[in-house]
């Protein structure tokens, strides 16, 4: 199964975001478990940091992007982000 890469986009002191990273971190908790589970890296981006993040984004923090293309923003539910990294098509 093809690697996976997860980006958060949000920015410091936001709680909706600490809270999506908990989620990401549940899931990726329960994938280990997984076998044959893809290997997940995740990176968290500030919209502070960048400016076409910070245009782009800063109605929507937190967001989260598989693979570059946007998964959700403001909240995530830990089994339809399951369902996503577990059931992508390796094309």
């Given at each position: ?6 980006t ?29 589970a ?29 693979d570059?293309?946007k ?14 990294i ?6």
């Open positions: 199964m093809p690697d996976v890469r997860l958060l986009i949000g920015k410091p002191e936001c709680h909706l975001c600490d809270v999506v990273d908990g989620v990401v971190a549940q899931v990726l908790d329960e994938l280990g478990e997984v076998q044959d893809p290997n997940v890296t995740v990176e968290h981006l500030s919209i502070l940091d960048d400016e076409s993040l910070y245009e782009q984004y800063w109605e929507q923090i937190p967001v989260l992007l598989i570059g293309v998964h959700a923003q403001w909240r995530v539910r830990p089994e339809r982000l399951r369902a996503a577990l059931d992508r098509d390796p094309r």
